[in-house]
């Protein structure tokens, strides 16, 4: 799904992903876990019907001046202006009407606000290595997609519905986070805190800067060591307590301290704590952000301020859950079934870890340099204002 260049290929394998992670969710999941599957199943099968209609519209509206499904030859005669009317909806409405329903589309599986029910349901029932590659992986095929399609082909329709995609990212941001702060049960709190992060990569795409795209590819990657580090952690917890409840549990820093201390890891990673992946993410984007002028009069600048006001949230709830889950006097029923986790749980944290802060302290010389590589195309692509009416 992230290598191919057709459309059709690419479909199959972005379909193909619902297969697997129904059955793996409907079941070896939780309690409700036929009902979280459906769910899944339909939000992000709805959403890839809008997406694909979108995207048709747009190769209908190209005619004869393409001859294949290639994602690049379909770029490239946007770019020419050779768009034209579809029946009665002319060239202009057309490509803001497809660009409208493959963002839908694609940002149900970001997932962003207000698209976001499916997820948490989902990462609740789902088993703890399957919450690990949804949140690390399937997530960052909505925002690789919105990449790849809305901003690489249509940067001219992107760029004049700034204001609304940046609102969304910061409401997103925002109300992420605010959502995690009044949950108990601590896969519920990583699973609203993944839809307030992926807020911040919709915001650098927005950008349409070198640090803003750059920053927000190299948040994708940040987001699932993060993330997976995340719930691997409460697995792990959960393994042990049977419990992911903030209020059955307390004082688990003494009895698992490697555990305790991979998900403070991981949630200091999230607060964008220095030297860890998190920071550098949000550092790229914060500063692409501020330096886009793709709203007038430093609209961005403003939106970034609101969305930086996240990190203080995130800061809050992660420190509120911690104090009480993890530290503070020990208390639990089953005190004799607290022991240390087994060494093949902890060896995959402290390589994430390991993973987290590596890409935090070196994060040119692993691979932001081959990032900016890679954009900088679409970012001279997207400083071009389209015009639908036959030319740019």
């Known amino acids: 799904m992230f290598s191919t260049l057709d459309f059709f290929v690419w479909f199959i394998f972005w379909e193909g992903v619902l297969i697997p992670m129904y059955f793996l969710i409907g079941i070896w999941g939780g309690p409700r876990r036929k009902y ?6 339909v939000y992000t099968n709805i959403a890839s019907l809008v997406m694909f209609i979108g995207f048709f519209g747009l190769v209908f509206g190209l005619g004869d001046s393409i001859s294949s499904l290639g994602l690049p030859a379909i770029t490239a005669a946007l770019r020419a202006g050779e768009l034209g009317a579809l029946g009665p909806i002319g060239p202009e409405t057309l490509v803001l009407l497809s660009f409208a329903a493959m963002f839908v589309g694609f940002g149900v599986k970001v997932p962003i606000v207000p698209f976001h029910t499916w997820l948490p349901d989902a990462h609740v029932e789902a088993p703890t290595p399957i919450s690990v590659l949804l949140a690390g992986v399937l997530l960052k095929m909505g925002t690789y997609a919105l990449l790849r399609y809305n901003f690489t082909m249509l940067p001219g329709v992107a760029r004049e519905l700034a204001v609304g995609i940046a609102a969304v990212a910061v409401v997103s941001v925002i109300y992420g986070a605010m959502l995690a702060l009044a949950q108990t049960d601590l896969k519920r709190i990583v699973a609203y805190s993944s839809v307030s992060s992926m807020g911040y990569v919709i915001l650098g795409l927005v950008a349409y800067t070198t640090y803003g795209f750059g920053g927000a590819t190299f948040q994708m990657v940040a987001h699932g060591l993060i993330s997976g580090l995340m719930f691997a952690s409460v ?3 959960y393994n042990v307590t049977h419990t992911r409840m903030i209020e059955d549990m307390s004082g688990l820093a003494d009895r698992m301290p490697v555990t305790v201390g991979a998900f403070l890891a991981g949630a200091f990673g999230y607060a964008g704590l220095p030297l860890m992946a998190g920071f550098a993410g949000e550092f790229f ?3 692409g952000s501020f330096q886009s002028e793709v709203i007038p009069n430093d609209g961005m600048a403003v939106m970034t301020v609101i969305a930086m006001f996240g990190i203080v949230i995130v800061a809050g709830y ?8 993890l530290f503070g006097p020990f208390e639990f029923d089953g005190e004799e079934a607290i022991s240390l986790a087994a060494r ?5 944290l402290v390589t994430l870890i390991v993973l987290i802060v590596a890409l935090g302290t070196f994060p040119n010389d692993i691979f932001f340099d081959m990032i900016q590589n890679a954009i900088n195309p679409v970012i001279e692509m997207g400083e071009v204002v389209q015009s639908y009416r036959g030319g740019a």
């Open 36 to 41: 979280a599957a459906i769910k899944f199943f």
């Open 235 to 237: 697995g792990v917890i």
């Open 285 to 287: 984007i914060f500063v």
């Open 318 to 325: 992660l420190l509120w859950a911690m104090q009480r889950a």
């Open 344 to 348: 093949h749980d902890v060896v995959p």
